[in-house]
């Protein structure tokens, strides 16, 4: 979408809504816990601030059946789109966990994912995991960065990139980043990987989610068969961030930052 000055403060309070409560799932990722658990509670959280989860019920293009879910959890080698509620599985210790999730406020999506290495608290040990994920959000900082009015959908799929190929990760290339606002899903599709100046321009009050997925090894994915599970080919993880973005002729707005 195009957001009107009459939108953007509601993309701004929809997208601090869900900042928050990914906030509040991502502490609940702890080991032992469910991934039904930390499903209920991000429908509950959206629920209470009468906000609408967008994904339960979306059918995107090319898939048999709606989503089931409020919330998508990807495990390890799943790097989006894991069903929490079908076959609910518990966290286990250093597990790194993607949340994904878009609610509607007042009639506007946003859409924001993190990931997290479930833990008490204690310090984690596994660097290649912290690596990841580190490497993974930098990424999406440095595609954040170049998206401004003036430049092209080209220029934040060249900046993701930049920084997989830096530090030696696969880059998800089949799966990227698209307009929201207006719907869970909306024009322009911004790959993970591309150069610097193609595709699109940029027009201030454009509403973008950027999302790079990160993987320890192959970039390459599969669909399983419960039509939405994407997992790594060669069974290495992955790690996934996104933000809701606004973008104007400076630096992007970051709707959903913590
Ligand atoms: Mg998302
Ligand atoms: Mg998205």
Redesign the pocket.
Known sequence: MIATAIEVPVLREGGKRLASILEEVARATVPGTTTEKLNALAEKLILKGGDVPSLIGYTPHGAARPYPATLCVSINDEVVHGIPNEQPRTIQGGDIVGL?C?LTHKGIFV?S?LSVIAGKGEPVWDEAARSLLDATKEALAGGIAVARAGNHVGDISAAIEKIGVERGYGIVYELG??G?GGA??EEPYIPNVGDAGTGEELLPGMVL?I?PMFTEGSPKVRLMKDGYTFVTIDGSRAAHF?HTILITSGAAEILTAI
Request: charged share 35%; no cysteine.
């Open positions: 994904d878009v859409d994912a980043g698209h929201v869970v899903h989610a999302e996104e």
